[in-house]
């Protein structure tokens, strides 16, 4: 795990870093020129990379925070290295990608290991965030959860289907159906959408610049879905919720009419689960009218400021 590939022609802040399996993960580091005040650690959403993650990273950085970032499994430039568009593994994927979080957080934490270390997941990074918190919360000072959402039974259904579809059709094979039901619907709150993506932001630049991305915007495999809906199932299981320390800070951010919390409803339904489990330091706070990718809308600044503030307010240093 500790061998490193300094990816050619790139900047010094780019690497691969070898998981304990063999597998190269690609990640990003930005450090402030100033005094550093903390580590934040980015975890990017579906069939999207922590390149789309430059500008908020680097708002942060401004504000004192070294950032790191990698693209997980199955995506960006660590697909483009070693593995398929979105796949995660042969079997238990979700685990693995999750245990990936563990080895490169371990691995790039050394150099500041003397500051809070704080872990931001967006969209399927929040949930493998919320997962992560249950295994290692004690290694994480403060959590920022962006457009999650709440588990439902439709999860498990999906897991049933997926299942059928990677024996019957195989695993590697995209998998169109599961892609369909999962986001079909989206758009449906939108008047006049222009593109199957106008979901993710009122922003059209920001929308074209998504579907220009050769990293997003795929169509996962059928294994993806087995891996994903069983991740999203044992994640919310009481007794694994439990397992998150009491008094670890989060933050539950989202747009209002954002799809994947449920225009709301979802995000209130997780800080919900949370408070059940015992945890005192929970906060939602949802952007009204805004969509899916906060960090994209037309009012990104005063995302960043919210951020900001709550990151200071929780400093427990």
Not at 117 to 135: C, D, E, K, P
Not at 168 to 181: A, D, F, P, R, Y
Not at 230 to 235: A, Y
Not at 242 to 262: E, F
Request: charged share 20%; hydrophobic share 40%.
């Amino acid at each position: 795990m500790q061998q490193v590939l300094w990816k050619r022609e790139c900047r010094e802040m780019e690497r691969y870093i070898e998981m304990s399996d063999g597998h190269f993960v690609f990640t990003r580091t930005l450090q402030p020129s100033s005094t550093c005040i903390g580590h934040i650690h980015i975890l990017h959403g579906m069939a999207e990379h922590s390149g789309r993650y430059i500008k908020f990273a680097s708002a942060l950085t401004a504000a004192g925070y070294a950032v790191t970032m990698h693209d997980h499994r199955g995506h960006g430039e660590t697909a483009g290295y070693n593995g398929t568009l979105g796949f995660f593994a042969e079997q238990n994927g979700f685990d693995r990608v999750v245990e990936d979080v563990h080895e490169v957080v371990t691995a790039l934490h050394e150099q500041f290991a003397d500051v809070p270390f704080i872990l931001f997941g967006h969209s399927m990074g929040s949930f493998i965030t919320r997962r992560f918190i249950q295994l290692y919360s004690h290694h994480v000072d403060r959590v920022i959860l962006c457009g999650t959402g709440h588990v439902t039974t439709l999860h498990a259904m999906g897991n049933l289907v997926a299942r059928a579809l990677a024996k019957q059709l195989g695993k590697e094979t995209e998998s169109k159906l599961l892609n369909k039901l999962s986001f079909g619907s989206f758009n449906k709150q939108f008047s006049n959408s222009k593109t199957a993506y106008d979901w993710l932001c009122s922003v059209e630049n920001e929308v074209q610049k998504y579907i220009d991305d050769p990293y997003c915007g795929f169509i996962p495999t059928n294994q993806f879905f087995v891996d994903l809906t069983t991740g999203f199932m044992t994640l919310n299981r009481k007794n694994e919720m439990a397992k998150v320390r009491k008094d670890l800070p989060i933050l539950l951010i989202s747009g209002s009419k954002d799809p994947v919390g449920d225009q709301g409803q979802g995000i209130y339904a997780v800080a919900e689960q949370f408070a059940v489990a015992g945890l005192q330091n929970v906060t939602v706070y949802l952007f009204e009218d805004k969509r899916h990718e906060i960090l994209n809308e037309d009012n990104q600044e005063a995302v960043y400021q919210v951020l900001l503030r709550w990151l200071e307010k929780n400093d427990t240093r």
